[in-house]
């Protein structure tokens, strides 16, 4: 597993989307018709950099018999994993560790999957995940919906243009909404027919707001050490206290069960002042964050959220919802009986439908090609 994941001198790639390595894998939990493999490709970071990044892509659709109609592609962004370790998903499927309730209902519908890891979760040495990093999360999602069409084994049932919806849940919905108001500059080329998005962090420092003192209070050092990482340029860690700084190096390799087993402090524990989401460069940062540039998204966009979300509070999505309406973008929401975690589950068949509804709208209008 090590050596996949590990980055060689001479491999490199300076446009997105670009295919830099495949291997065919089996996940031991799906059935013997699924074939998949995990990737690597080339995205961008926050600053707009080209970075390496994997993923694993899912396919029931034998290259035997391609469909006469191109197989859609749903790229799934699943909720925050963890900051390193071996927690990014493409290890966890193979472990048998990743949820695969959303996995399972695509590949039922005969859809390709694509999973992106994410950020530094993945790579050897690039790490923390940048946590709460929502445009380089909403590149990494695009560019997998282009490096996806390049897999050789699946060219044949993959024409060059592709009905693609995206999916995601939690931090995974913050980046497909990202993703969204992005892809009309970003990736034009991409036949991006809706996307779903469900418990949306709309607003980083609110969340970390919120969440600095209790049982989820680990969510905010996670984010903390993900958004420094991200504005490495930044001296964001300055808010830390030495043995801040200390916690901060260890909780990089951890994942969000053990930081949420081991943290349980409020997150002024560790710093040199009570709120440290107030300090200069940190509001400069949550508030870059907290929305992307107000771009309307060229697909349709599904909100749902849990009533009794204890995590990422359910006004979240709805404001983005009331937003979205008077922007007079195509939105819809759905609001479920549940917590956070019970919503992603009894979400899945219905949101299933909903991306089923928009594959079958009529292929968006065809951008230009992405220069290199």
Do not use: K
């Amino acid at each position: 597993m090590t050596d996949f994941y590990t980055l060689l001198p001479a491999e490199h790639g300076d446009r997105p989307g670009q295919l830099l390595r495949t291997q065919a894998i089996t996940i031991p939990q799906l059935d013997h018709r699924t074939r998949a493999w995990r990737i690597m490709y080339v995205s961008s970071d926050s600053r707009g950099e080209p970075i390496p990044v994997t993923a694993t892509v899912l396919s029931t659709t034998s290259t035997a018999q391609p469909s006469p109609q191109s197989t859609p592609i749903v790229v799934y962004c699943p909720s925050f994993h963890g900051l390193g370790g071996p927690c990014a998903p493409s290890q966890q499927l193979l472990t048998g560790d990743e949820p695969l309730e959303q996995i399972r209902e695509a590949l039922d519908r005969e859809w390709t999957v694509a999973v992106p890891d994410g950020e530094n979760l993945g790579i050897t040495g690039l790490g923390p995940h940048t946590f709460l990093a929502a445009r380089a999360a909403a590149h990494v999602a695009l560019d997998l919906a282009r490096a996806a069409q390049s897999i050789p084994e699946l060219t044949q049932s993959h024409p060059s243009r592709v009905p693609i919806v995206l999916w995601g849940y939690g931090d995974g919905g913050r980046a497909t909404v990202w993703a969204a108001e992005l892809a009309p500059e970003y990736a034009p080329e991409l036949d991006l027919r809706g996307v779903a998005a469900g418990a949306v962090v709309t607003d980083p420092g609110a969340l970390v707001r919120t969440q600095h003192r209790g049982p989820w209070a680990a969510l905010a050092l996670a984010g903390l050490v993900g958004l420094s990482r991200a504005y490495h340029h930044l001296p964001l860690r300055h808010v830390l206290t030495e043995d801040g700084r200390r916690v901060a190096r260890h909780a990089e390799q951890l994942s969000v069960a053990t930081l949420l087993a081991q943290y349980r402090q409020p997150l002024q524990h560790w710093c040199e002042r009570p709120d440290p989401w107030n300090d200069a460069i940190w509001r400069f940062v949550l508030t870059r964050e907290s929305r992307s540039s107000a771009a309307t998204p060229a697909a349709p966009i599904h909100l749902y959220h849990g009533a009794h979300d204890p995590i990422v509070p359910v006004e979240s999505g709805g404001e983005l919802f009331i937003e979205y309406q008077r922007r007079g973008i195509e939105v819809s929401w759905r609001e479920y009986d549940a917590n956070h975690l019970r919503t992603a589950i009894d979400s899945t068949p219905e949101v299933a439908d909903t991306l089923a509804s928009f594959l079958r709208r009529p292929p968006t209008r065809v951008g230009p090609l992405p220069g290199p």
